[in-house]
């Protein structure tokens, strides 16, 4: 069965530093979705990319966080200058095109990001 | 504003036994509703997906169900294994909000032999 694979699955950077995360989504899907989960809590939207441009984000997705497609197959996630605050799992989602298809999300199975 | 409230927050039952989880909502206008299992250190799977003209929706031993105007669903799982040892998100996604998911905190279950 496709799924979406991330890498790494544990990224542990300085407070400061610029981390990617990357993701393969499913290979036909189009919608492209990034999401954090800080430990104990749940799970948050940060923003969602659609015909090579963000389609939607939300307030937590601010200036110091980036996505790009800079390929057909991988969907990455910058973080500029991370903060202890980052520290959380990443998900990155896909979903296929059409009505019902957009709406099953195939989740990755994360990347946990520790700053110290 | 738009939430989404989960209960209970755990729970833990005796292997073949039932048992209900509830979510209720307030996001409007409403679109869809997803139940959603995550293991611990994995992301979430899909388990159903229920439009507002949906009432209930099965896959297996997970039976979930919607009620529009009250704005509650409900996920029953029957006959519990222990694999179903898990945390059982509820998703609501609306549809002016582009495509922005609002997430429950989920409940955690735990099932035990």
């Known amino acids: 069965e496709p799924e979406v694979t991330q890498t790494p699955s544990h990224q542990v950077t300085q407070m400061g530093q610029e981390v990617i995360l990357r993701c393969v989504p499913i290979?036909?899907?189009?919608?492209f979705y990034w999401y954090r989960q800080i430990l104990g809590q749940k799970v948050e939207f940060l923003v969602s990319?659609?015909?090579?441009?963000?389609?939607?984000k939300s307030e937590i997705f601010d200036d110091q966080f980036s996505v790009e497609r800079p390929d057909g197959s991988n969907f990455t996630l910058k973080i500029r200058s991370t903060k202890l605050e980052d520290s959380a799992m990443y998900f990155c989602a896909s979903s296929g095109q059409g009505v019902l298809a957009k709406n099953i999300q195939y989740f990755g199975a994360g990347t946990r990001l520790s700053v110290l | 504003k738009n939430q989404v409230e989960q209960s209970p927050q755990s729970l833990i039952i005796l292997e073949g036994k039932n048992c209900t989880l509830q979510c209720n909502y307030t996001v409007s206008p409403f679109s869809n509703l997803r139940w959603y299992k995550q293991d611990t250190g994995r992301g979430p799977v899909s388990l159903t997906i229920m439009t507002f003209s949906e009432n209930t929706k099965s896959n297996g031993r997970y039976t979930a169900t919607l009620d529009a105007d009250t704005k509650q669903s409900s996920l029953h799982i029957t006959a519990s294994q222990l694999s179903d040892s898990a945390s059982y998100i509820c998703v609501v996604s609306a549809p002016l909000s582009g495509n922005q998911f609002y997430f429950g905190t989920g409940t955690s279950l735990t099932v035990i032999p």
């Open positions: 990319f659609y015909n090579n441009e963000i389609s939607e």
């Open positions: 290979s036909n899907h189009l919608y």
